[in-house]
């Protein structure tokens, strides 16, 4: 559904040159790759998942930019070569989804926070503050990190007078950049956040510290015991990180805390706050939402990686280390290899999880349903877009939405003379099970307006 509403909107701007602010969802970063994309290959899914790609090749420069701004050029190196034989990142660069901008961002904005740090020009900590600011509109899990960063710099500035200056006007160019659209979509949504945030965290469900603390778990356990279960981010339940290389990414955060620099503390509390999106969302481990750690994590455990070979060579002979860094290299290329062609590929609920189920959903509801104003409902606040984009956004179809949760609306309840069977937030199971029925309920209203609700029942599923 998102691929599919993402391609409804980049073909209406490439067809008309008209933009909506609140189109992908408000953050229309990706809307540049994926315009350039689209227009070389065409409106269609091939074309979207390009942008994808390319985002996810720059991604590896990037990463090795800013582990070498802030380690020696092996570990930059091995950081790049993790990165791109990950099958966390991997399987995002091929989904069409904004999402993969994450981890670009991420090593861009540090490596000119390291560049700027390192030496505190004018022109540095204005790039910094930029790359921030337009970062900002590449996906919502990117949100913690510049006020965290801008945090972090102001109690350091405090006791460092002549970095004072050159910190508030790179937040000021961060704010002007990252507000200035916001405000655009304020104007049109009238919501500042995008209704993904909204909905997705965990405060939704109880202000209660528990899930918290039982997400934080969760998200350390996804590099160890249970990754992400759903099959379009994951083979469901592996590890985010090969286990190969668990004893390495230790390694690395060792290091950091025995031999403190403000370069590996930074790299530290980065690989925290890139864990906060899925661990403050209603779901958790999410590959998706900590997309962003792959950055964090290549580095630290490169830089273990290199630490141990050093201590190998001096202990022993050179081969020895050598012969480390060989079979790493060719174990995590190999796992990361076999997880995305071989083990991602084969899992049966692939295919429902790229919606190909949601497609011939639409296209029943397009050539079965009545012509009179059918409306579907979905408890899910952005279903009105993206089953609209699915269905080409007939006039003649009415897409009704309330928020994740709450119960069917009175009104439906009362509308008829059965009982109302609604359409949930995307569940393919229960989706496959509707499409296998000769029918399903709809409802009929206007477009706009005060609800005038009208019941019309197809035969349900059994």
């Known amino acids: 559904m998102d691929e599919a509403r993402n391609l409804t909107e980049l073909s209406t701007f490439l067809s008309t040159g008209r933009w909506d602010p609140a189109w992908i969802c408000g953050q229309p970063l990706y809307a540049l790759p994926a315009s350039l994309t689209c227009a070389l290959a065409g409106p269609t899914p091939l074309g979207l998942r390009l942008a994808s790609v390319l985002c996810g090749l720059l991604t590896l420069p990037a990463v090795y930019l800013f582990a070498r701004s802030i380690a020696s050029r092996r570990t930059a190196w091995l950081a ?47 790039s910094f503050g930029a790359l921030c600011g337009v970062s900002w509109h590449a996906y919502f899990a990117f949100w913690l990190l510049p006020p965290l960063a801008f945090a972090a710099l102001a109690v350091v500035a405090l006791k460092r007078p002549p970095l004072r200056s050159r910190v508030a006007v790179s937040l000021t160019v961060f704010l002007i950049l990252a507000g200035s659209w916001m405000l655009m979509v304020y104007a049109r949504t009238g919501a500042l956040l995008s209704s993904r945030v909204t909905e997705t965290n965990v405060f939704q469900q109880t202000p209660s510290p528990v899930p918290i603390a039982m997400n934080a778990a969760r ?63 209603d779901a958790c481990p999410h590959h998706l939402r900590a997309l962003g750690n792959v950055v964090p994590t290549a580095i630290l455990t490169a830089d273990g990686l290199v630490a141990g070979a050093a201590l190998l060579a001096r202990r022993s002979r050179r081969l020895a280390a050598t012969l480390l860094f060989a079979f790493v290299i060719a174990g995590a290329s190999g796992i990361g290899a076999y997880t995305y062609f071989v083990a991602y590929a084969r899992q049966p609920a692939l295919r429902f999880a790229f919606q190909a189920k949601e497609c011939e959903l ?66 393919l199971v229960r989706l496959n099970a509707l499409l296998g029925a000769p029918s399903l309920l709809a409802y009929f209203g206007p477009a706009d307006g005060a609800p005038d609700w009208h019941l019309v029942e197809y035969p349900r599923p059994h």
């Open 219 to 281: 998200a350390l356990w996804m590099f160890t015991h249970r990754g992400d279960a759903q099959p379009r981010h994951n083979v469901p339940g592996r590890p985010a990180w090969p286990l190969l290389l668990l004893p390495f990414l230790i390694a690395g955060m060792g290091r950091a805390v025995a031999r403190p620099t403000p370069a590996r503390l930074g790299l530290l509390a980065l690989w925290v706050a890139t864990l906060l999106p899925t661990i403050f969302s």
């Open 362 to 427: 639409a296209r029943f509801i397009h050539d079965r349903l009545p012509s009179d104003r059918p409306v579907v409902v979905l408890n899910m606040v952005y279903g009105r877009e993206s089953v609209g984009a699915l269905v080409r956004a007939r006039s003649d179809v009415t897409f009704v939405a309330w928020p994740l949760g709450a119960p069917v609306p009175p009104q439906v309840r009362s509308a008829g003379r059965e009982t109302v069977w609604a359409i949930p937030q995307p569940d």
């Open 80 to 126: 790049a070569w993790l990165v791109a034989v990950s099958h966390w990142h991997v399987i995002f660069s091929r989904i069409g989804f904004r999402a993969i901008l994450t981890p670009l961002a991420i090593a861009l904005c540090g490596w000119a926070l390291a560049r700027a740090w390192q030496r505190p020009t004018w022109t540095r900590w204005l």
